[in-house]
Structure formats: structure tokens, C-alpha cells
């Protein structure tokens, strides 16, 4: 089981960047999917990017350009530029070991170790 703890959250104006840290212990790079998603109050949790133990990622058509995902060891990173208000959202990392760790979908449902998430606000 992996444990998972978010970082670098905040509140920045729209344009502007932040770069979310989720610090994954007990990971093994080449057997897990790891992701990031974003949830808004009474909304569903959006998958917002993969990225598997070969470093092969996938990226929601929203957030596609602006965003990057990174993993450096047992550290996942979420690049965001350009940020945007409909980026605002309690932001959560995520991981799962199924079909040998490869990242199949973007769906909360798949992915069975999580953080406590991180909350981004982007003003207008």
C-alpha cells in the first residue's frame, strides 16, 4: 500500500502557476499508475493526468498544454500554467497497481491509494 501526501496548493490569478508535489511512499515507479485529479464541491472527480512506472502519460483534453506531470523517484509533480478559474478544486494524487501498473484510464474508480488533497484557487 502506498501512502500518498499532497503539497503546494494555493491561490494564484488567473495566468499564473503553481507546481503540486505528491510524495509517495512505499512506491515502485515500474509497478504503479500515478495520477493526479481535481474535485469541485457537489461536481465528480475529474482525472486530470497518468503517468506509469515507463514514464508514458495521458492528459484530460482540458487541462492538455497547460499542464505537465512528472515523477522524479518516489515524488510525483503537477506543473500547471496558464491557470484558469474552472481550474479551481481540492487537487489529489493517486495510484493503483492493476494490469502490472499501467495506466489503462483516468477514472477515480480504478485507483485505490490516495492522498488528503490539496487545494488550488485561481482568481479572475
Known amino acids: 500500500q502506498v501512502k500518498m501526501v499532497e503539497s503546494g496548493g494555493g491561490s494564484v490569478q488567473a495566468g499564473g502557476s503553481l507546481r503540486l508535489t505528491c510524495a509517495a511512499f512505499?512506491?515502485?515507479?515500474?509497478?504503479?499508475?500515478m495520477a493526479w485529479f481535481r474535485q469541485v464541491p457537489g461536481k465528480e472527480r475529474e482525472g486530470v493526468a497518468s503517468?506509469?512506472?515507463?514514464?508514458r502519460w495521458k492528459y484530460a483534453d482540458s487541462v492538455l498544454g497547460r499542464f505537465t506531470i512528472s515523477k522524479d523517484g518516489a515524488a510525483l509533480y503537477l506543473e500547471m500554467d496558464s491557470l484558469k478559474p474552472e481550474d479551481t478544486a481540492v487537487y489529489y494524487c493517486?495510484?493503483?497497481?492493476?494490469?502490472?501498473?499501467?495506466?489503462?484510464?483516468?477514472?477515480?474508480?480504478?485507483?485505490?491509494?490516495w492522498g488528503q488533497g490539496t487545494q488550488v484557487t485561481v482568481s479572475s
Open positions: 493517486a495510484a493503483h497497481d492493476r494490469a502490472g501498473g499501467y495506466c489503462t484510464t483516468l477514472l477515480s474508480a480504478d485507483f485505490t491509494d
Open positions: 512505499g512506491y515502485t515507479g515500474l509497478d504503479y499508475c
Open positions: 503517468i506509469d512506472g515507463a514514464g
